[in-house]
């Protein structure tokens, strides 16, 4: 929050204040704590903490977005539908939706890609570049892609021959090591 809304925020909290004197600090505390959490919701609103996974929607506009919507809504009155006849009716709505949804998604991305491309050929768009590059860097590093790892003596082992090895001297021994027995598993 900044300018305006600060102020209001600040008089809202200061309205709604009471005198604490000779209260318990617990009860203080759950009072403030409640007043500041009202305040704010009432100002800032609720999110849900839902997690929209839609990579790449930078490219999206007015039309794709209601054809989406539009695409949803069929899917939700198809799943909604008990009766055979209305049902077979509403998937042949949908599928017909869904094809022109798919349409329209295709033919927005393919032209603001292109339009990436050329922005990103001029030489203002040398920097666009770096960003991408970064980017791709950034969505490539995972736990799960291991190129190098480090052996018991901390030197590192980059084949993968030796990267496997490690790992399996490493599980080995955490999961062998309250079991005590004289067996070698032979590799």
Do not use: P
């Amino acid at each position: 929050m900044k300018g305006e809304r600060v102020r209001i925020f600040k008089e809202r909290i200061g309205l709604e204040q009471r005198s604490f004197v000779g209260d318990d600090v617990n009860q203080i505390w759950n009072h403030l704590d409640s007043l500041i959490r009202g305040v704010a919701k009432d100002m800032l609103g609720i999110t849900s903490w839902k997690i929209h996974d839609q990579k790449e929607a930078w490219w999206w506009n007015e039309d794709v977005q209601e054809r989406v919507k539009v695409k949803q809504a069929r899917f939700k009155e198809l799943i909604c539908c008990n009766e055979q006849e209305k049902f077979d009716t509403k998937k042949i709505l949908y599928k017909a939706t869904k094809r022109l949804a798919k349409r329209a998604v295709v033919e927005v991305k393919d032209k603001a890609y292109e339009e990436m491309y050329i922005s990103l050929s001029t030489n203002e768009g040398a920097n666009g570049i770096y960003k991408l590059t970064k980017a791709r860097e950034r969505r490539q590093r995972d736990l799960g892609f291991v190129i190098f790892i480090k052996d018991e003596n901390a030197r590192v082992l980059v084949k993968d021959d030796d990267i496997k090895c490690r790992w399996y001297h490493y599980f080995k021994q955490l999961f062998n090591a309250s079991r005590i027995s004289g067996e070698e598993i032979e590799r």
